[in-house]
């Protein structure tokens, strides 16, 4: 799986080819260590007092963790796949604003919380068939945006 940076730069992360073992990166923005499990595509994604893009790529998207503290954290899905049994992704965002460029042809269930915050999902037709992001989490003190492209 490949994530892209805002600025250009990429992390790629590889794995064992028997998919049994997680594959190991160090965010070159801190040294905290990042885990991700090949056999669910998982991605975590985090922004504290920063300003973020974030590109995913995915052959098989199936369960990811958002959070946003005090920050703006901007997630592109348009070149990820999504597994057509269903994908999650959690919401924590506070203080903050997260948004969400997610593929039109997603069917999108939205059961995020907000307490004193917003979300600002633009008109979208849910489409007859395809694969299906399950968002839950909560929003307090600042706003989910989901656009569809």
Known sequence: MNVENGDGSKQNFTFSSDGTKEGT???KDSNRERQY???????RMEATFTDRTRYVR???????????NFASLRVY???AK???NGSHL?????FGQIVLY???????????TTTLGGISDSTHHM?????????NGDVSFGNLKIYYI
């Open 82 to 84: 999504f597994n057509p």
């Open 90 to 94: 959690n919401i924590d965002c506070n």
């Open 58 to 68: 995915s052959e098989n998207f199936t369960d990811g963790s958002v959070e946003c």
């Open 77 to 79: 899905f348009d070149q």
């Open 25 to 27: 990166n160090f965010n």
């Open 127 to 135: 489409p007859q068939s395809g694969p299906t992001l399950t968002l």
């Open 102 to 112: 997610i593929p039109h042809t997603v069917n999108v269930i939205n059961n995020v």
């Open 37 to 43: 499990d090949a056999r669910q595509d998982f991605i």
